[in-house]
Protein backbone atom coordinates (compact mmCIF):
# COMPACT_ATOMS: atom_id res chain seq x y z
CA UNK A 1 0.00 0.00 0.00
CA UNK A 2 1.06 3.43 -1.21
CA UNK A 3 1.98 5.74 1.93
CA UNK A 4 2.44 9.58 2.51
CA UNK A 5 3.04 10.68 -0.66
CA UNK A 6 4.93 13.79 -0.79
CA UNK A 7 6.51 16.56 -3.47
CA UNK A 8 9.00 17.75 -3.86
CA UNK A 9 11.58 15.34 -2.02
CA UNK A 10 14.02 18.81 -2.30
CA UNK A 11 13.33 22.15 -2.98
CA UNK A 12 15.67 25.27 -3.37
CA UNK A 13 14.62 28.18 -4.31
CA UNK A 14 15.61 32.03 -4.01
CA UNK A 15 14.52 34.11 -0.70
CA UNK A 16 11.26 36.00 -1.74
CA UNK A 17 10.02 32.84 -4.08
CA UNK A 18 7.06 31.56 -3.64
CA UNK A 19 7.29 27.87 -2.38
CA UNK A 20 4.46 25.63 -2.68
CA UNK A 21 4.73 22.17 -0.89
CA UNK A 22 2.02 19.02 -1.75
CA UNK A 23 1.25 15.98 0.29
CA UNK A 24 -0.79 12.93 -1.04
CA UNK A 25 -2.41 10.80 2.64
CA UNK A 26 -2.93 7.79 2.87
CA UNK A 27 -6.59 6.81 1.26
CA UNK A 28 -9.37 6.64 3.90
CA UNK A 29 -7.51 8.64 6.14
CA UNK A 30 -9.48 11.65 7.48
CA UNK A 31 -6.68 13.44 9.29
CA UNK A 32 -3.89 15.35 7.81
CA UNK A 33 -0.85 17.28 9.58
CA UNK A 34 2.08 19.32 8.53
CA UNK A 35 4.89 19.42 10.30
CA UNK A 36 7.83 21.46 10.11
CA UNK A 37 11.63 20.12 11.27
CA UNK A 38 14.46 22.24 12.43
CA UNK A 39 17.36 21.55 14.73
CA UNK A 40 16.46 24.44 17.30
CA UNK A 41 12.77 23.47 17.33
CA UNK A 42 12.69 19.47 16.52
CA UNK A 43 9.94 18.23 15.27
CA UNK A 44 6.71 20.94 15.77
CA UNK A 45 3.21 20.78 14.47
CA UNK A 46 2.24 23.62 12.12
CA UNK A 47 -1.31 22.88 11.11
CA UNK A 48 -3.74 20.00 10.55
CA UNK A 49 -6.81 19.14 9.19
CA UNK A 50 -10.17 16.99 9.74
CA UNK A 51 -12.20 15.72 7.08
CA UNK A 52 -10.33 18.43 4.68
CA UNK A 53 -11.26 21.25 7.12
CA UNK A 54 -8.57 23.50 9.11
CA UNK A 55 -8.75 22.91 12.53
CA UNK A 56 -5.87 24.14 14.09
CA UNK A 57 -3.37 26.25 12.95
CA UNK A 58 -1.96 28.33 15.91
CA UNK A 59 1.18 26.67 14.71
CA UNK A 60 1.98 28.24 11.39
CA UNK A 61 4.60 30.96 12.29
CA UNK A 62 3.33 33.78 10.47
CA UNK A 63 0.78 35.30 7.54
CA UNK A 64 3.55 34.02 5.44
CA UNK A 65 2.39 30.03 5.66
CA UNK A 66 -0.55 28.92 4.37
CA UNK A 67 -2.32 25.52 3.73
CA UNK A 68 -4.96 24.35 1.92
CA UNK A 69 -6.64 21.02 1.49
CA UNK A 70 -9.54 20.49 -1.41
CA UNK A 71 -10.19 17.24 -1.20
CA UNK A 72 -9.43 14.22 0.84
CA UNK A 73 -6.30 12.88 -1.20
CA UNK A 74 -4.46 16.34 -1.54
CA UNK A 75 -2.89 19.23 0.77
CA UNK A 76 -0.63 22.10 -0.01
CA UNK A 77 1.36 23.89 2.21
CA UNK A 78 2.18 27.33 0.84
CA UNK A 79 5.17 29.92 1.79
CA UNK A 80 4.66 33.35 0.34
CA UNK A 81 7.31 35.31 0.31
CA UNK A 82 9.77 32.48 1.33
CA UNK A 83 12.63 33.52 3.88
CA UNK A 84 16.29 31.69 4.71
CA UNK A 85 14.64 31.09 8.19
CA UNK A 86 11.96 28.85 6.23
CA UNK A 87 14.82 26.59 5.49
CA UNK A 88 14.17 23.34 7.38
CA UNK A 89 12.20 19.98 6.52
CA UNK A 90 8.61 19.65 6.42
CA UNK A 91 6.67 16.62 7.08
CA UNK A 92 3.48 15.69 6.06
CA UNK A 93 1.54 13.03 8.08
CA UNK A 94 -2.32 11.53 7.98
CA UNK A 95 -4.09 9.15 10.26
CA UNK A 96 -7.52 7.35 10.49
CA UNK A 97 -10.17 8.75 12.24
CA UNK A 98 -12.00 6.26 13.78
CA UNK A 99 -9.81 5.20 16.91
CA UNK A 100 -8.03 8.16 17.97
CA UNK A 101 -4.80 6.42 19.29
CA UNK A 102 -4.37 5.36 15.83
CA UNK A 103 -0.59 6.86 15.47
CA UNK A 104 -0.02 8.67 12.73
CA UNK A 105 1.76 7.79 9.32
CA UNK A 106 4.70 10.16 8.03
CA UNK A 107 5.67 10.96 4.23
CA UNK A 108 9.54 11.05 3.87
CA UNK A 109 9.36 15.10 3.78
CA UNK A 110 10.24 17.62 1.60
CA UNK A 111 13.86 19.46 2.59
CA UNK A 112 13.99 23.24 1.68
CA UNK A 113 16.57 25.17 1.58
CA UNK A 114 15.88 29.13 1.00
CA UNK A 115 19.03 30.51 -0.21
CA UNK B 1 8.12 26.26 26.82
CA UNK B 2 8.74 22.70 25.53
CA UNK B 3 5.98 20.94 26.88
CA UNK B 4 7.66 17.23 25.70
CA UNK B 5 11.67 17.55 26.52
CA UNK B 6 14.32 14.94 25.89
CA UNK B 7 17.56 15.82 27.26
CA UNK B 8 19.96 13.82 26.22
CA UNK B 9 20.48 15.07 22.21
CA UNK B 10 22.51 11.49 21.32
CA UNK B 11 23.51 8.37 23.11
CA UNK B 12 25.82 5.77 21.94
CA UNK B 13 25.42 2.25 22.83
CA UNK B 14 27.18 -1.01 22.34
CA UNK B 15 25.43 -3.62 20.45
CA UNK B 16 23.88 -6.55 22.52
CA UNK B 17 23.21 -3.65 25.23
CA UNK B 18 20.51 -2.05 26.90
CA UNK B 19 19.67 1.43 25.17
CA UNK B 20 17.51 3.75 27.76
CA UNK B 21 16.09 6.91 26.00
CA UNK B 22 14.43 9.09 28.07
CA UNK B 23 11.94 11.94 28.43
CA UNK B 24 9.89 14.15 30.24
CA UNK B 25 7.08 16.19 30.08
CA UNK B 26 5.65 18.93 32.22
CA UNK B 27 1.71 18.79 31.16
CA UNK B 28 -0.51 16.74 33.43
CA UNK B 29 -3.39 16.81 31.29
CA UNK B 30 -1.20 14.20 28.85
CA UNK B 31 -3.20 10.74 28.70
CA UNK B 32 -1.17 9.14 25.96
CA UNK B 33 2.51 8.66 24.84
CA UNK B 34 3.97 7.42 21.55
CA UNK B 35 7.28 6.30 20.60
CA UNK B 36 8.67 7.38 17.08
CA UNK B 37 11.58 6.09 15.46
CA UNK B 38 13.34 8.09 12.40
CA UNK B 39 15.55 7.14 10.15
CA UNK B 40 17.64 9.80 7.75
CA UNK B 41 15.82 10.79 4.89
CA UNK B 42 12.62 9.37 5.91
CA UNK B 43 9.58 10.16 8.31
CA UNK B 44 8.93 8.85 11.79
CA UNK B 45 7.45 5.83 11.80
CA UNK B 46 5.31 4.80 14.79
CA UNK B 47 6.98 2.03 16.75
CA UNK B 48 5.18 1.61 20.29
CA UNK B 49 3.23 3.74 22.95
CA UNK B 50 1.50 3.51 26.52
CA UNK B 51 -1.93 4.97 27.60
CA UNK B 52 -1.24 7.32 30.94
CA UNK B 53 -3.44 3.94 33.12
CA UNK B 54 -0.59 1.64 32.31
CA UNK B 55 2.92 2.00 33.51
CA UNK B 56 4.69 -0.60 31.06
CA UNK B 57 4.12 -1.57 27.77
CA UNK B 58 6.16 -4.50 26.18
CA UNK B 59 6.24 -4.81 22.44
CA UNK B 60 9.03 -7.62 21.45
CA UNK B 61 12.87 -6.11 22.08
CA UNK B 62 11.16 -2.60 22.57
CA UNK B 63 9.48 -1.58 26.27
CA UNK B 64 7.85 1.83 27.63
CA UNK B 65 7.93 2.46 30.94
CA UNK B 66 5.54 5.21 32.23
CA UNK B 67 5.90 7.34 35.86
CA UNK B 68 2.95 9.84 36.25
CA UNK B 69 3.78 11.07 39.13
CA UNK B 70 7.41 12.01 37.92
CA UNK B 71 6.06 12.99 34.29
CA UNK B 72 8.81 10.72 33.19
CA UNK B 73 8.64 8.17 30.58
CA UNK B 74 11.64 5.72 29.09
CA UNK B 75 12.07 3.60 26.32
CA UNK B 76 14.04 0.50 26.72
CA UNK B 77 15.69 -1.68 23.97
CA UNK B 78 17.12 -4.73 24.51
CA UNK B 79 19.27 -6.36 22.88
CA UNK B 80 20.23 -3.08 20.79
CA UNK B 81 21.17 -3.57 17.17
CA UNK B 82 22.77 -1.82 14.99
CA UNK B 83 19.63 -1.28 12.69
CA UNK B 84 18.30 0.42 15.68
CA UNK B 85 20.63 3.39 15.11
CA UNK B 86 17.98 6.31 14.40
CA UNK B 87 16.47 9.74 15.98
CA UNK B 88 14.00 8.56 18.32
CA UNK B 89 10.65 11.08 18.96
CA UNK B 90 8.98 10.85 22.60
CA UNK B 91 5.34 12.39 21.78
CA UNK B 92 2.77 12.89 24.12
CA UNK B 93 -1.03 13.61 23.82
CA UNK B 94 -3.53 15.72 25.09
CA UNK B 95 -6.66 13.84 26.92
CA UNK B 96 -10.48 14.83 26.19
CA UNK B 97 -9.69 16.59 23.03
CA UNK B 98 -11.72 15.81 19.73
CA UNK B 99 -8.47 15.02 17.43
CA UNK B 100 -5.54 13.58 17.80
CA UNK B 101 -2.93 16.51 18.50
CA UNK B 102 0.51 15.23 19.65
CA UNK B 103 3.00 16.88 20.62
CA UNK B 104 6.75 16.24 19.67
CA UNK B 105 9.79 15.90 22.19
CA UNK B 106 13.20 17.22 20.04
CA UNK B 107 14.67 13.59 19.81
CA UNK B 108 17.16 11.36 20.97
CA UNK B 109 20.17 9.77 18.09
CA UNK B 110 20.87 6.61 19.26
CA UNK B 111 23.65 5.00 17.34
CA UNK B 112 24.51 1.50 18.57
CA UNK B 113 28.03 0.49 17.58
CA UNK B 114 28.57 -3.19 16.02
Known amino acids: DAGVIQSPRHEVTEMGQEVTLRCKPISGHDYLFWYRQTMMRGLELLIYFNNNVPIDDSGMPEDRFSAKMPNASFSTLKIQPSEPRDSAVYFC?????????????FGDGTRLSIL | DQQVKQNSPSLSVQEGRISILNCDYT??????FLWYKKYPAEGPTFLISISSIKDKNEDGRFTVFLNKSAKHLSLHIVPSQPGDSAVYFCAARLSKTSYDKVIFGPGTSLSVIP
Open chain 2, 27 to 32: NSMFDY
Open chain 1, 93 to 105: ASKPGQGSRQPQH
